[in-house]
């Protein structure tokens, strides 16, 4: 059965265990101790890893969180800049294959279209942990674990924001939503877990309009002001991240409106520059999605590379927190991305 990350959850395990297995087979040599680079007696381990791009701070976060954990774990990382193409992951990704890489791992742009070259991974044992972003896959092997946030859950978690920032109100609420990149499980998922609260429990709220920001600020701007432009009567924004509620705030005083007030703005992330708009008001609240993956990703990638992938969850999820805007400002001190 397939859930809603695109999991085979059933026989994971097994198939988790059979790729680990396989790969030690044909590479004997990666598990095999012959250096002692990272102090504790056995050879450095060497990770492929293919980040999306640079489309907003919570990436920014992202990648110096994986570099970082890279470091401190002794782990000798091989990065690049997908650019937020799919074609130059899976380049990237070909090009760790040929490079004899210990463990692959990325964050997929969009989900579909990489059985192909995970199955190229596969066939030369070296075997890939997802971060942050999940695939759909109908083969579970493809790939031992997905260490990142219910995507999901945060669109609930959005619309629950919601209703707290509409505390009060009555009558119809017409709402546009910023998406994130078009076919990514992020934007998928958010639309899915709000649309999802709205159905259940607000036949008031609809969404008037619906259109991709592509997760970076220009976009949220440029959409923002075409919303404006065909609907003079939004009531609130939900942006699946903060770059582009920043966007779309420029356009919102653009256009003579007050964000936060005129328009209420939920979005997703708690990257620095939010909680800034959010202590000014103008972003009434956000729902955090924890970009410091690298820790979790570093302990995953030295389980794997040990043989032990197969005790490693399907899913490791990260931690994270709502906050609303009179929360803001006691907050941003201590934000950490
Ligand atoms: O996949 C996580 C999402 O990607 C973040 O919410 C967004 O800001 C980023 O671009």
Redesign the pocket.
Known sequence: MIDRRGFLTAGAAVSAAGILAACAKKNPAKSSSSSDKTGGGSKQITLGFSQ?GS?????AA?TQSVKEAAKAAGINLKFSDAQQKQENQISAIRSYIAQKVDVISF?PVVVTGWDTVLKEAKAAGIPVILT??SVETSDPSLYVTLV??D?EIEGERAAHMLEKVLAGHTGPVKIAQLE??TG???AIERAKGFAKIMKASHPEWSIIASQTGD?TRAGGKQVMAAFLQAHSDIDVLFS????MAIGAIQSIQAAGKTPGKDIKIVS??G?HDGFVAMSKGQINGIVE?N?LLGPQLMDAVKTVHAGKGSTLPRWIKTQETDYTADQAAAALPSRKY
């Not at 489309?55 to 990436?59: A, K, M, T, V």
């Not at 699946?240 to 770059?243: E, L, P, Y």
């Open positions: 999306v489309e907003s701070g919570w990436r992202n964050s942050d972003r990142g946030s995507f994130g990149t990514a499980a992020p997760f699946h991240n903060d770059d997703v992330d990257v999605c970009p």
